[in-house]
């Protein structure tokens, strides 16, 4: 059996928690309200104050969906409680962003700022011109969004210049001077 699939999720006084019928779920909170539908095999278990996922069978679909299911409500409890944040570092000489109201105005090196409209349920915030935050309550969303502004200019691999994760390591490259040694 799956050992992150059999793991209970707790759920706060704070949250709403609702299976409905046909597995959709849905989970209300301080921050806000998510809801997504689950494979109907599976058997969501309400038990004072904690949710448990169980498969019918160990059939290979069953097995792989027992932990997946179980991590994508847990993920959804987390958002509407904490929510989500990625944080984002700009390096390059001139490189930079700010706000105009909500929408992120990306300067990277292009002839014209790269402006970035949140979707619904995202928000930016920038600590300075060279790091921002992209905040949310939903996980996948908020990763998504993370990963749009990175793809406005990736990091190359000579100077590191570009948007990358905080914490990243880029691979760097020699160039022509470190070939010819």
Request: net charge positive; charged share 30%.
């Amino acid at each position: 059996m799956s050992r992150i699939g059999r793991r209970p999720i707790a759920i706060p006084a704070s949250v709403d928690l609702a299976v409905e019928p046909g597995n959709a779920v849905r989970v209300k909170g301080p921050k806000g309200e998510l809801s997504s539908s689950f494979d109907r095999d599976l058997k969501l278990i309400r038990e004072d104050g904690t949710l448990l996922v169980e498969r019918p069978d160990n059939e290979r679909e069953h097995r792989s969906l027992h932990g997946l299911t179980r991590t994508l409500i847990a993920n959804m409890v987390i958002g509407v409680t904490d929510g989500y944040k990625r944080d984002l570092e700009i390096q390059g000489v001139g490189y930079r962003a700010a706000m105009d109201g909500t929408t992120l105005v990306l300067t990277v090196g292009y002839s014209h700022p790269v402006r970035m409209v949140p979707p619904a349920g995202i928000s930016y915030t920038l600590e300075n011109p060279t790091r921002l935050s992209v905040n949310g309550i939903d996980k996948q969303l908020v990763g998504e969004e993370a990963a749009r502004i990175r793809r406005v200019r990736p990091p190359e691999p000579y100077k590191g210049k570009g948007i990358r994760y905080a914490g990243e390591q880029i691979r760097r490259k020699a160039g022509k001077a470190g070939k010819a040694k």
